[in-house]
């Protein structure tokens, strides 16, 4: 990620590539997780969800958390997103293993970004 | 790809993971190589550019080719994406080395989106 904090003229593109991967915090400054995928809509081009990886122990699987895009904040210092998510409303919410992907059509698009309170697309 | 032509109710939203790796060809079918990444707005999460991974031969590293979201055509038959595109303008595009990323900025996205005749952001 770009930490460079002297230039003002940094980029305002970043690469998929680097989403992915990284680390996502709470305000509490717990990990909550890493970033594993994106998901866009396919007309506009628009991400609506990164999908947040997230468990998984002694082998067991990781679950997939998509949490919508407008959520997520990129922390310079902490070269990772912050959300604002306890991990209990984490533990609740919305998820899939990860080789279950659902469908993301309106009707899961409305449950995840309603268990969020954020407005669907 | 999700090929399933038969179910009328399939996802308009695609996952990074598998736009990146997916076939690009021209409308004379001709292939012109593979996604490799993507470019997105950091605040707006909009995808910019699909990055074009193509050349490369016998050990030669890989040219890097952005490509504006809008030219990128899905193409359920061919598994692929279809872009306007004949070889010669392909071969004139902005381009850059696979370990020399440019700073995708609005000097740069103008000189890409002119290339093509396509709006810039």
Redo the contacts between chains.
Sequence with gaps: MNTNTLTK?????????K??GTTVYNHAGDKLGTID?????????????A?LEFGGFLGMGTDRYPLP??MLE?DVEKEGYVVPLDKEKLEGAPRYPHDQ?P???RDY?RQVNGYYGVDAW
């Design positions: 003229s940094t980029s305002d593109i970043i690469s998929s590539d989403v992915e995928d994106l998901m866009i809509d396919k007309r506009s081009g628009q991400v609506r969800y999908v895009w407008n990129y992907m469908e993301y059509n698009g």
